[in-house]
């Protein structure tokens, strides 16, 4: 397994590949495993909860996260060609982090359960339902797959001041 680089908005060239839309997975091989894999050891040692396969520069559609407990037993998920089926109408806001946006937190809002349907590691497909923090980090992690960061749902004003303070943050490390 490999870390790889994480890009961030600090960056007008991360900027630039965290924009575009990621391309859906055509086979599952063991080179797509292994960026799984990559992907999982990078985002544990960020540490962060969930990482798009575009924020290492793969424009491809597919994300990793774990949300257990702390104190629990780690557990790695894969999620390749993600897609929302079917989203509530009622909505919820959480405070939203991304790995590529540093020391930055906002609220967003968005559906608070959803349908969800993609490939697993084995190529299985699964559709469930997904609600609370699941729900919230599917759709911000299937937002990378489409080049859509958490704070372009966020007022332009408020996107601003939060590149600036990355990129701030950057200079003086
Ligand atoms: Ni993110």
């Known amino acids: 397994m490999v870390l790889r680089r994480i890009l961030t908005v600090a960056d007008p060239k991360d900027l630039a590949v965290l924009k575009q839309v990621s391309a859906p997975v055509a086979e599952i091989t063991d080179e797509l495993r292994a960026l799984a894999d990559d992907m999982l050891e990078t985002m544990y040692a960020a540490p962060g909860i969930g990482l798009a396969a575009a924020q290492i520069g793969e424009l491809r559609r597919m994300f990793v996260m774990d949300l257990s407990d702390k104190d629990a037993p780690p557990e790695p998920r894969v999620f390749i060609n993600p897609e929302v089926v079917w989203a509530s109408d009622e909505l919820s806001t959480y405070e939203e982090g991304c790995l590529s946006i540093p020391d930055i937190y906002?609220?967003?809002?968005?559906?608070?359960?959803?349908?969800?349907?993609?490939?697993?590691?084995?190529?299985?497909?699964?559709?469930?339902?997904?609600?609370?923090?699941?729900?919230?980090?599917?759709?911000?992690?299937?937002?990378?797959?489409?080049?859509?960061?958490?704070?372009?749902?966020?007022?332009?004003?408020?996107?601003?001041?939060?590149?600036?303070?990355?990129?701030?943050?950057?200079?003086?490390?």
Do not use: M, W
């Open 106 to 173: 906002d609220g967003v809002e968005r559906p608070a359960r959803v349908r969800v349907r993609f490939l697993d590691r084995n190529g299985d497909s699964v559709e469930e339902e997904a609600e609370g923090l699941y729900a919230t980090c599917f759709q911000h992690e299937l937002d990378h797959c489409n080049g859509v960061l958490f704070l372009d749902h966020l007022s332009r004003l408020k996107r601003e001041r939060a590149i600036s303070k990355v990129k701030k943050a950057k200079l003086a490390a």
